[in-house]
């Protein structure tokens, strides 16, 4: 036993030795020039050839730098950046959609100089806590993207004026043998209809600021989802929408199956944000398309959401130190180069907002992607924009409410009919998630 | 101390310690660690969280969405913990009777436990999809197009498409494990049943089984574990839903803790949990116990 532990001690202890000196002998990669960006890429063409112009923007004014690609996928970010910031590695730009507000709270972001938004001419946006952190990038729209043929093929040429006429007009396609809609239950994208019903008819398309919204109302506890009569409305008129148009094993699908489907010309409307028509180019998509406003349920004129006022974009993370913060904001000024700011706007099928960069998007040389933005341009005027619920980021719902969504329509579609139960869980998810804020 | 023991000191320390080290490490500390957090607010999103009591504890008693992911966790439990042990202990003892292709067959049955879970669950949600999954192209081919279903959305279906997803997952382990209990029971039973006149149920009734009792506790709280924890299956294929029908313990505190930003009210759930199912497993091995065979 002696003589066996006299040799095994030795032996383990510089075996064990051994392995925890292993991985220090390839030596760690210089990452002391890189600057590492996160993005929503995913499957997105569009997506991918902004971040490469970007990339190559910055490289080509910052020589010996490098700018790496974090891609999230279709995720929103928060699992990645809560991970990245319980081990201190947050990457140097994020990008930071509606958790804005979770990683200023958290000490997370830097705050961004007036001077960077008065270079590009970008408006300011509304600040958070007396800060602004993020780099805006454009005007985004939400409305209803058809397919131009179909619905003309049953004589209807202009936008809905209220929801019941969409339904009609959705019925008449469907007796005419056109697949009326393309609508998929998997995930996020279902929660789309419900979406656009409660921004566009429980929230003031007008805000005053003397006024709580919606939103401040239901913190107060003056109003919630089982108790407002409009969303008893909304939630009824959901089943309709559900049982006259969305077609069984719809929850197998979710947004990429939509618009395979929709770009196959094989649905005739989709309702999905403007982004959808960053992707026509890429994918080659042959038929004419139009953005129309969302129609009403409660008597109001239809309009479009632009859900891009609130600080969206990039923003500096705490990681940016020393001359990694400068090359940080130099990656956020490359950001409005204008080939590179022109290829985010075709990308993301986004309006121009800096005013002083000489771009004039989006853009593009494929005719159906062109007739669709200037079909959003001419629709966006006409029918004018609210901002539904993206009015401060304090004054916004808890994010979860997008999930919460999405999951009363998996309720409607597997035919619960019970709309107090319905709104209850979109009230529970409310309250919980104001816990967490 | 002499140099002897001090050698013995050193050897258990070396041979015990990393895995110690690590146990403590990963397992202890972040359960000491997360019945801490159960007390308080935590986001998850700053390293700051605040003291509240037993405010988390309050609201898990009044939690409906709470007690409904228990009530589909045990329904599934239940299944799995029935087919694991039951269904396993039938299936190895007739791969044990196999003569020929012995390890053909018994390899074909381990084969999917091999596979990671994400990989099983992905190759699930491919087969159960409604328009171009595997089954349903497949009832279609054959005519049956009434047939077709949406298996992992139809929420009367759903939870019937998760069992058979575990269940095609782990029955290789669970079988394994009985097999290796069959290799062990002496022949000289067998010898003296056969001498006897003894058939093929009652060598299985009055001598398999009472010697396959030891595994079948450990299949059963094996099976109770998987039940309990099911949870990467979920993430990959109904993510809880539609609606939040299919949404097991282990995803309602993934999503309490993660997607809702509610990281103590999370660590409460699972500080529940635990106790749960400490006590139910606990009362699984003090009742089979009871009816093992030693020999």
Not at chain 1, 4 to 15: D, G, K, M, W, Y
Not at chain 1, 270 to 290: Q, T, Y
Not at chain 2, 2 to 9: A, E, P
Not at chain 2, 273 to 278: I, K, N, R, S, Y
Request: glycine share 8%; aromatic share 14%; proline share 5%.
């Amino acid at each position: 036993m002696n003589r066996i532990s006299s040799v095994f001690v030795p032996l383990t202890l510089s075996v064990l030795l051994l392995v925890l000196a292993a991985p220090g002998c390839g030596g760690a990669p210089d990452d002391s020039k890189v600057i590492r960006v996160t993005r929503n890429i995913g499957g997105r063409e569009g997506f991918r050839h902004h971040f490469d112009a970007w990339k190559g923007a910055f490289e080509k004014a910052n020589p010996g730098w490098k700018m790496e690609l974090i891609d999230l996928g279709n995720q929103e970010g928060s699992d990645y950046y809560k991970t990245r910031i319980a081990t201190g590695d947050l990457p140097e730009v994020v990008m930071t959609w509606a958790l804005t507000n979770f990683l200023a709270d958290a000490g997370q972001l830097q705050p961004l100089q007036d001077s960077y938004y008065e270079k590009f001419g970008i408006p300011l946006p509304t600040p958070y806590k007396g800060k602004r952190y993020t780099s805006q990038s454009g005007l985004q729209l939400q409305g209803i993207v058809i397919n131009k043929k179909m619905w003309t093929d049953i004589g209807v040429t202009t936008p809905p004026s209220t929801w019941d006429e969409l339904i009609s007009d959705l019925k008449r396609l469907k007796e005419k043998g056109y697949r009326p809609l393309v609508f998929g239950g998997r995930e996020w994208s279902a929660s789309q209809p419900l979406f656009y019903a409660i921004v566009t008819n429980v929230y003031d398309r007008v805000n005053d600021p003397a006024k709580p919204s919606w939103t401040k109302r239901r913190d107060a506890g003056e109003v919630s989802f089982r108790t407002d009569p409009t969303m008893k409305m909304i939630i009824g008129k959901m089943f309709e929408f559900v049982d006259a148009f969305v077609e069984k094993g719809a929850l197998s699908d979710g947004y990429n199956e939509e618009q395979r489907d929709f770009y196959g010309g094989k649905g005739a409307t989709w309702l999905m944000g403007s982004w959808m028509g960053g992707d026509i180019e890429p994918n080659k998509v042959d038929f004419e398309m139009e953005y129309w406003p969302i129609p009403s349920m409660t008597g109001l004129p239809p309009v479009m959401l632009e859900t891009s006022r609130l600080p969206n974009g990039w923003a500096i993370s705490a990681s940016a130190k020393g001359e990694k913060y400068d090359k940080s904001l130099a990656a956020l000024e490359a950001f409005y180069e204008p080939d590179v700011y022109q290829a985010f706007l075709n990308g993301e099928s986004q309006f121009k907002i800096a005013s002083k960069v000489a771009v004039d998007g989006p853009k593009s040389s494929w005719a159906p992607a062109q007739h669709l933005y200037d079909s959003m341009a001419a629709n966006m005027k006409q029918y004018g924009t609210a901002l539904g619920w993206h009015i401060a980021l304090d004054d916004l719902p808890p994010p979860v409410i997008v999930t919460s969504m999405a999951r009363v329509m998996q309720e409607i579609l597997v035919g619960t009919r019970d709309v107090d139960k319905l709104l209850k869980m979109l009230d529970d998810d409310w309250d919980s998630a104001r816990k967490s804020m | 101390m002499t140099r002897t023991s001090l050698y013995r000191y050193l050897s258990s320390f070396v041979l015990c310690g990393p895995a110690v080290i690590l146990y403590g490490g990963f397992v202890v500390l972040p359960a000491i660690l997360g019945f801490a957090y159960s007390f308080t607010d935590w986001t998850g999103w700053n390293s700051h969280p605040h003291f509240v009591g037993l405010a988390n504890f309050r609201e898990l008693v009044r939690d409906d969405r709470f007690f409904s992911a228990i009530r589909f966790t045990l329904f599934e439990t239940v299944l799995i913990v029935a087919f694991f042990t039951f269904g396993a202990l039938v299936l190895a003892v007739l791969l044990d009777s196999i003569t020929k292709f012995k390890g053909l067959i018994r390899g074909l049955f381990f084969y999917p436990y091999v596979l990671s879970i994400l990989v099983s669950a992905l190759l699930f949600q491919y087969l159960a999809n409604y328009r171009e999954g595997a089954i349903n192209t497949l009832l279609r081919a054959v005519g049956l197009n009434d047939w077709t279903q949406d298996w992992m959305g139809d929420s009367r279906l759903a939870p019937y498409f998760i069992f058979c997803l575990v269940a095609w997952s782990g029955f290789g382990f669970f079988t394994t494990l009985y097999l290796a209990n069959l290799q062990t029971i002496p022949q000289d039973l067998y010898e003296a049943a056969r001498i006897d006149g003894a058939g093929a149920w009652s060598v299985f009734r009055r001598i398999q089984f009472p010697m396959l009792v030891p595994t079948l506790t450990i299949n059963s709280v094996l099976a109770l574990i998987t039940g309990i924890n099911l949870f990467p299956q979920i993430v990959v294929t109904t993510e809880g839903g539609p609606g939040y029908r299919t949404a097991t313990l282990g995803y309602y505190i993934y999503w309490q803790g993660i997607q809702n930003s509610r990281q103590g009210y999370a660590a409460t759930v699972s500080f529940v949990a635990f106790l749960a199912l400490l006590g139910v497993a606990a009362l699984q091995v003090a009742l089979l116990r009871r009816k093992e065979v030693v020999l």
